[in-house]
């Protein structure tokens, strides 16, 4: 379905195939009352949630445990002016090895920096969207 400025609207599932080829998106948060935002690696657990590892000290985990972020991954292309971005929205929890409940991946993602006392945080799917910008 295009619409007419050029996007095309993704369904639930394809947003999640999408974001499972990439390796990298953003958590958007609020830090003192201001939008904040932060790249991180990820990847998807059984549920289709969001999974990231981060210090289990860190200013981030602070911000989001417990609260309703958005998470946003994409994938474009300057030469062919195409591409796609996929928003999750849902809530942030601190994964410990008690959540024996919570499926995920075996380890959940590496962390790309390094960090001491690394804890898994989970971005419940909730709200799934997903646009295709289908050229120029």
Known sequence: MLQNDGFRALDRQMCLRLLARVPVGRVVYTKQALPAVLPVNFCLDADSSVLLRTSAGS???RAIDGAVVAFEAD???AATRSGWSVVVTGRACL???ADAH???PAGGPDSWMPVRDDVLVRIESEVVTGRELTGG
Request: net charge negative.
């Open 102 to 104: 919570a499926p995920r």
């Open 59 to 61: 200013d981030l985990v």
């Open 75 to 77: 994938e474009f292309d």
């Open 95 to 97: 994964l410990t090895d």
